[in-house]
Nanobody, 123 residues
Framework: QVQLVESGGGSVQAGGSLRLSCAAS????????MCWFRQAPGKEREGVAV???????RYADSVKGRFTISRDNAKNIVYLQMNSLKPEDTAMYYC?????????????????WGQGTRVTVSS
């Protein structure tokens, strides 16, 4: 059974940084595509950053140059380093995993989800 547990969310001022972590268990982590999504109040869930099993990444245009996704296959953890945060980055952030889906970052393609961690950026 796939389990994903996010951590690292919090409240920061604009321009600040946070690092989110997603600890994975219950499957062959290293072979899965890992993706960070976010959902702001009243908005649809959107893909933020994704990393495949060999470390190739893709980012949403809104976070390029500010966010970095990485994975540690020895620890079964995927990270999202978020710098230069903006108020519009405020959302619940979710980690998702799938053995097949990847770079389209479509929520419907990912079978496994964490419970989310909240990020609030104040101006």
């Amino acid at each position: 059974q796939v389990q994903l547990v996010e951590s690292g969310g919090g409240s920061v001022q604009a321009g600040g940084s946070l690092r989110l972590s997603c600890a994975a268990s219950g499957y062959t982590y290293s072979s899965y595509c890992m993706c960070w999504f976010r959902q702001a109040p009243g908005k649809e869930r959107e893909g933020v950053a994704v990393i495949n099993s060999v470390g190739i990444t893709r980012y949403a245009d809104s976070v390029k140059g500010r966010f970095t996704i990485s994975r540690d296959n020895a620890k079964n953890i995927v990270y999202l380093q978020m710098n230069s945060l903006k108020p519009e980055d405020t959302a619940m952030y979710y980690c998702a995993a799938d053995p097949f889906a990847c770079f389209y970052m479509r929520p419907r393609d990912f079978a496994n989800w964490g419970q989310g961690t909240r990020v609030t950026v104040s101006s």
